[in-house]
């Protein structure tokens, strides 16, 4: 048992070493607005985005669009969360 355990611990550290990401604040930052767009998308589907494809992809490109789109089309709520994708 003591065996299985420390080969388990072992290749999890090295895969942890392995995996992990060094992100400049920027890149990191680009990387919520994106999930929040996302998140936004389709949340708000119905309400402001009801003539686009459920699976549209979003990406980096798209965060302004969606922004101004729950602007433009959303309640308070999401002229909010849009004018926080735009920071």
């Not at 048992?1 to 090295?14: D, F, T, V």
């Not at 494809?53 to 990406?59: A, Q, V």
Request: hydrophobic share 35%; proline share 2%.
């Amino acid at each position: 048992m003591n065996e299985i355990k420390r080969y388990l611990s072992e290749i999890g550290a090295r895969g942890g070493r392995k995996s992990r990401r060094t992100l400049s604040a920027e890149e990191a930052r680009a990387m919520v607005k994106v999930r929040e767009a996302r998140r936004a998308f389709r949340r708000y589907r119905a309400q402001c985005f009801w003539s686009y494809r459920p699976d549209l992809d979003i990406g980096p490109e798209d965060v302004s669009w969606v922004a101004e789109q729950l602007m433009k089309h959303g309640d308070r709520e999401s002229w909010r969360i849009g004018a926080r994708l735009c920071r």
